[in-house]
Every structure is written in structure tokens, then in C-alpha cells.
Antibody, heavy 123, light 111 residues
Framework: EVQLVESGGGLVQPGGSLKLSCAAS????????IHWVRQASGKGLEWLGH??????????AYAASVKGRFTISRDDSKNTAYLQMNSLKTEDTAVYYC??????????????WGQGTLVTVSS | QSVLTQPPSVSGAPGQRVTISCTGS?????????VHWYQQVPGTAPKLLIY???NRPSGVPDRFSGSKSGTSASLDISGLQAEDEVDYYC???????????FGGGTKLTVL
């Protein structure tokens, strides 16, 4: 069974940093991209960025809203992807999900998703 | 404001049919990128409902169907049941943004 488990969420002050993890199992992690998506309370889904596989040079792409502040990385030896979040703002408060695309195509679908981890940015 | 536009809410009586629209533009749906639909029970992760515009993953009832035309897509739900009263999101890719995009979400109310 394909499974993704996020961790690392918590309370952080504005301007602070936090690193989320996405532990994967049930598929060949090294051959797959991983996406990060967030959802503020009562709001919709927002794509944040993704990291591709080694075969695709670990290429990354980010949404404009987080580019320059957030960095996605991966450790294939640990079957884990990471989301490093710096210069956090109160508006970054959300549940953060990682998800596996079914391909490298731009038309890829996200399935499955992790259970999410809550990040709260507040003083 | 979301790149893909969905109605904030739709409603229907049990047994009836409802349609949720997802309107995009020439840089996403109109450019030929697939549209996918997700169902989300509040407090839980989204679940894939329809992929590749009109395909159902195994286990999804055939009451759910999807279509795409031009710069828009639609999710049809027939034979409404109380358990369908959750949130629905469309998703595609946008070439102008060079990233994946979601609709703002639609809350379905079963009257």
C-alpha cells in the first residue's frame, strides 16, 4: 500500500523556520516526484511546489507565493521528502500535505495524499 | 482568488443530480491539460475522485462522472446521498504559472 506520512508541524513565531518531513512507503520513492500542498483553515488547496526524481536531476518548482522562502529537498536513502520553510508569516498557517503524482507529466494527478501536518505561525 | 473557478456551494435533494463547474482559461484547461477532481471530508486529506477528466479510480461509485470541454470541466453527481455532503476541488496544470492549480472548492449540501 502506498503511504505518505507528514511530520514536523507545530507552533512557530513569525519570521521563524520549520522543516516538514514526508515519509513514503509502498512504492519506489527514488523514481517518483513529490508535491507539497497546503490548506489554511476553511480555505481551499494551494499547490506549493514539487521535487522530481534523480533521473530528472532533482528539479524543483515552486508557487510564486513561497518561492525564495520555501525549499523542497529529498533523501532517497530514507524515502523521505522535506519542506524547509523560512521567514514564516502568519498567513503560512495551514495544514501541509505531501502527495505523490502518478507521473512526471504536467497532467499528473495527486494520489495518494498524506494525512497532513498543522503549522501555526503566531507570536 | 483561484486560477480555476468553482461555485462556492451547490445543493440538491437526496436522489437528485448536481453539477459542479470548474472554469479555467487557455493556459490551463483550455491548453489541453487534464482535469482531476478530489473529494475532501473536512478535517481529512483530499481523496482522488475523478482523474484524466472523466475516469473513476476503483472504488468510486459510478454516480460520480466528469467531463471537460474547452476551458471548463464539470463534475456530475447523481443519486445524491447524505454522505456526498463534503467539499470538492478541481485541479489542473497552468503553463503560464508553470505550476499545478486548484479550484477554490465547492461545498455540496444535500438538502
Amino acid at each position: 500500500e502506498v503511504q505518505l506520512v507528514e511530520s514536523g508541524g507545530g507552533l512557530v513565531q513569525p519570521g521563524g523556520s520549520l522543516k516538514l518531513s514526508c515519509a513514503a512507503s509502498g512504492f519506489t520513492f527514488s523514481g517518483s516526484a513529490i508535491h507539497w500542498v497546503r490548506q489554511a483553515s476553511g480555505k481551499g488547496l494551494e499547490w506549493l511546489g514539487h521535487i522530481r526524481s534523480k533521473a530528472n536531476n532533482y528539479a524543483t518548482a515552486y508557487a510564486a507565493s513561497v518561492k525564495g522562502r520555501f525549499t523542497i529537498s529529498r533523501d532517497d536513502s530514507k524515502n523521505t521528502a522535506y519542506l524547509q520553510m523560512n521567514s514564516l508569516k502568519t498567513e503560512d498557517t495551514a495544514v501541509y500535505y505531501c502527495s505523490k503524482p502518478d507521473s512526471d507529466s504536467s497532467s499528473s494527478k495527486f494520489d495518494p495524499w498524506g494525512q497532513g501536518t498543522l503549522v501555526t505561525v503566531s507570536s | 482568488q483561484s486560477v480555476l473557478t468553482q461555485p462556492p456551494s451547490v445543493s440538491g435533494a437526496p436522489g437528485q443530480r448536481v453539477t459542479i463547474s470548474c472554469t479555467g482559461s487557455s493556459s490551463n484547461i483550455g491548453a489541453g491539460y487534464d482535469v482531476h477532481w478530489y473529494q475532501q471530508v473536512p478535517g481529512t486529506a483530499p481523496k482522488l475522485l475523478i482523474y484524466g477528466n472523466s475516469n473513476r479510480p476503483s472504488g468510486v461509485p459510478d454516480r460520480f462522472s466528469g467531463s471537460k470541454s474547452g476551458t471548463s470541466a464539470s463534475l456530475d453527481i447523481s443519486g445524491l446521498q447524505a454522505e456526498d455532503e463534503v467539499d470538492y476541488y478541481c485541479q489542473s496544470y497552468d503553463s503560464s504559472l508553470s505550476g499545478w492549480v486548484f479550484g477554490g472548492g465547492t461545498k455540496l449540501t444535500v438538502l
